[in-house]
Nanobody, 124 residues
């Protein structure tokens, strides 16, 4: 049985929004929760973290656009992503560190941001 399950990925037009969710197994006593992402050919990077005391940390490029939050009753946490751009295209993973400092990872959910295109005019 998966300990962490992500949902909410998909394809979105540049400028749009998506909300990712991570459902955490009830037997995990969460200390810190976070979202990471990995683009094609890139290293996995931290996107946002949230401690149970409410302290947050964000990747510089997502500050002001993304927000991490939690629902203690549902044992879930979320990543609201606004004003998405092509640089945000990646596989997103949720991670939890419990009170024993054990880390758990979700399997990932894909986010693809497609551009609006640009018109090319050819004249002769």
């Amino acid at each position: 049985q998966a300990q962490l399950v992500e949902a909410g990925g998909g394809m979105v037009e540049a400028g749009g929004s998506l909300r990712l969710s991570c459902t955490v197994s009830p037997n995990i006593q969460i200390s810190t929760m976070g979202w990471y992402r990995q683009g094609v050919g890139k290293q996995r990077e931290l996107v946002a973290t949230l401690t149970t005391s409410g302290y947050t940390n964000y990747l510089e490029s997502v500050k002001g656009r993304f927000a991490i939050s939690k629902d203690n009753i549902k044992h879930e946490f979320y990543l609201q992503m606004n004003r998405l751009n092509s640089e945000d295209t990646a596989d997103y993973y949720c991670k939890v560190v419990d009170r024993r400092r054990l880390a758990y990872w979700g399997r990932g959910t894909q986010v693809t941001v497609w551009g609006r295109g640009t018109q090319v005019t050819v004249s002769s």
